[in-house]
């Protein structure tokens, strides 16, 4: 390892800083913020954030000779990162011929800018592939009182419950608060030595423009610690099409070398006609067996109505993640959806391989 990179690399081991996913932030201890540019977790990683990607998380580090070990600082006002996330799958759907295919996830660029470093900025998440560019985040930030206090607006991640990575989770897909579905308004936000909290106000349509007067409330806290954290969520979106309520409870707990997350969530929806009333969940653990590799294993449940019987349905997934060496991820996994038996797609096997690229 190069003299220069050895400052940074022990700062990582000491401030044991998280990286990417929430069961990172579970096995290190700390908040999403400790390693990414937004403080609500996902996107953009800062110089810690980077140098635990570099230095931890990968099987082996391997130096470039000569080179500065990659930061994304481009200067003291200016950072740059990216994410690529290519996949193969094979879905076996009964009654149906297996299919096979090869696709490009997401491909992202992100971009911030410091007017005034430590204290205002303006960042950018674009989504360049597949397909047409399109703007995932684009808002400003002001911090104030000592860093304790933010103000952000513009287009933005809604808070909710867990930040997985896997948009398809129950916890993400149903309440459609994931990495699809950004919206545009305003954040504030609290963060100190254990407690990160925030409310957002915005549109309600997921980064399309106002429709009439309603608006979408969101609100999060977590209380973290060394062993663990706990946390709930409130979102309210009082559309024309009718309100729809969202509340979950969720938490993390380090248990040696494997981490745990749970999640609950109970939604009363109104704009689908009549009440509906649904009710999901997720637990995962996360078992580190050696310095890059990683055994995630999820059982999810989600309830669309429950004033109808017999209609749940369950996700049970295997992954398999292994990290070689800096900048590069490989993911092999299996999933297994058990539903109603009349619906062949809710009974479908799935084997995956992801490759994933970040900087």
Request: glycine share 10%; with cysteine.
């Amino acid at each position: 390892m190069s003299s220069k990179l050895l400052p940074l690399a022990l700062c990582a081991f000491i401030c044991t800083v998280a990286h990417a996913e929430p069961y990172f932030a579970v096995q290190q201890g700390l908040k999403c913020m400790a390693c990414h540019v937004n403080p609500t977790g996902g996107g953009m990683r800062n110089v810690y954030g980077e140098t635990w990607g570099q230095t931890v998380l990968p099987a082996r580090y391997i130096a470039a000779d000569g080179a500065e070990p990659w930061t994304g600082e481009l200067n003291r006002y200016v950072a740059l990162g990216g994410n690529l996330r290519a996949d193969a799958s094979v879905t076996d759907i009964p009654h149906q011929k297996t299919q096979t295919a090869f696709d490009v996830e997401e491909m992202r660029v992100y971009l911030e800018v410091r007017a005034i470093p430590d204290r205002l900025s303006v960042y950018v998440d674009q989504r360049i592939a597949p397909g047409g560019s399109i703007n995932s985040e684009a808002y400003g930030r002001l911090w104030f009182h000592e860093h304790h206090l933010y103000v952000k607006a513009g287009q933005m991640y809604l808070p909710y419950g867990l930040r997985l990575q896997d948009d398809t989770a129950f916890i993400r897909q149903v309440p459609g608060i994931n990495f699809a579905t950004p919206d545009r308004g305003v954040e504030l936000g609290l963060e100190t030595d254990q407690w990160s909290a925030q409310f957002t106000m915005s549109n309600g349509t997921a980064g399309g423009p106002a429709a009439g007067s309603g608006k979408q409330y969101s609100l999060r806290a977590e209380y973290v610690r060394s062993l663990g954290r706990i946390g709930a969520s409130f979102n309210l979106n009082d559309a024309a099409a009718g309100k729809r309520q969202m509340q979950n409870l969720f938490a993390g707990l380090r248990t040696g070398p494997v981490a745990w997350l749970g999640e609950a969530d109970y939604i009363v929806d109104d704009s689908l006609g009549p009440r509906r009333k649904q009710a999901l969940g997720l637990v995962e653990a996360d078992w580190r067996i050696r310095q890059g590799h990683n055994l995630k294993l999820t059982a999810e449940y989600f309830d669309p109505d429950i004033d109808v019987s017999n209609d749940a349905q369950n996700r049970f997934s295997l992954v398999w993640e292994f990290t070689p060496m800096q900048f590069v991820q490989l993911r092999i996994g299996a999933r297994n959806y058990d539903g109603i038996p009349q619906n062949d797609l809710e009974n479908r096997r799935v084997l995956f391989a992801q490759l994933n690229g970040y900087f």
